[in-house]
């Protein structure tokens, strides 16, 4: 049998003010988070994290560069720190990374393979950019994957759908909250 870890990822405090569209996205979240814990899976959070300075930052990254000039995920800030709502718990691991996959740039592969993971479970916002990212770079490394359709978060809901709906299930599960916790719950 497969050992999971869900990952929450870029769910910090300035990126839940952008994204939040009024769904009950945080509660879905903190239920996914709950319901990981009762089921003894890991629970990984992984927050974009920028040094003073953006040493790690290329101008020819427009992404990066749009990043920093809207002063977001400089580490320290409190803007940058997780959001209260869904705060990792004792026994939780939380990991910065310096791009858009929360391999790049962070050690959570070597979390991953220190607690013998070979299956993630992945939340997050945005949609389109850290769990699209994340996605792409786990295929590659051949972990099994599950993305909780509404755990996840686009400020364009149209892009979010399309993903979920069409490219996601090429490669992943993509299930509901709720049929997840239901999948996972201790017998």
């Not at 009950?24 to 927050?47: E, F, K, N, Q, S």
Request: with cysteine; charged share 25%; net charge negative.
């Amino acid at each position: 049998m497969a050992k999971s870890a869900l990952l929450v990822m870029d769910v910090q405090r300035d990126v839940v003010a952008i994204a939040d569209d009024g769904s009950g996205y945080l509660p879905r979240l903190r239920r996914a988070i709950d319901g990981a814990r009762a089921a003894g899976i890991t629970v990984i959070y992984v927050v974009l994290g920028l040094r003073p300075g953006d040493p790690e930052v290329s101008p020819r990254n427009r992404v990066m560069t749009n990043v920093v000039r809207a002063g977001l995920f400089t580490e320290g800030a409190p803007g940058t720190e997780i959001h209260d709502d869904v705060a990792p718990q004792q026994g939780d691991v939380v990991v910065t990374k310096r791009r858009g996959s929360a391999f790049s740039g962070s050690d959570l592969d070597l979390v991953l393979r220190a607690r013998n993971i070979d299956s993630l479970v992945l939340t997050g916002i945005a949609t389109s950019a850290v769990v699209l990212s994340t996605l792409w770079h786990a295929i590659d490394l051949d972990f099994d994957l599950t993305v909780l359709a509404d755990a996840c978060l686009d400020t364009d809901p149209e892009v979010h759908r399309m993903l979920i709906e069409k490219l996601f299930p090429q490669w992943a599960d993509a299930v509901a909250v709720e049929d997840w916790i239901k999948a996972i719950a201790p017998r």
